[in-house]
């Protein structure tokens, strides 16, 4: 729902490893948010399809975050309504991706063509 806060396990295991997510609050993806970006990144493919389904363009630019695991593979599931373990292994997954996805990125020239435009 937009504008909810982080559920009370994702504000408990984020502040354990020295996040603060009290400030974090939902927002529902709309197609010029899809249009205004260079890469997209979701945990599953319900969320990869909704974007594809506000932009098929998008589709080209948008991947699950374990495409940037060399060793996850498939969606990271969402561990709402879940005991807080179920959330310490969905942070432990994000973060191993997106330290692999940070490395991949710090050598990567662009995701996205310019529309109307050369790649």
């Known amino acids: 729902m937009e504008g909810s806060p982080a559920s009370g396990f994702s504000l408990e295991v984020a502040n354990d490893h ?37 932009d098929p363009d998008a589709v080209e630019y948008t991947y699950l975050l374990t495409n940037f695991s060399d060793r996850l593979h498939g969606e990271i599931p969402d561990p709402i309504g879940s005991d807080r373990e179920s959330y310490e292994r969905t942070y432990l997954a994000i973060r191993e991706c997106i330290e692999s996805m940070a490395g991949r990125l710090a050598r990567f020239d662009g995701w996205k063509r310019v529309r109307g435009g050369a790649s």
């Open 18 to 54: 020295g996040l603060d997510l009290s400030a974090h609050r939902s927002r529902v993806l709309d197609r010029a948010m899809v249009r205004d970006a260079d890469l997209i990144v979701t945990m599953g493919v319900r969320h990869r399809d909704a974007v594809g389904a506000l």
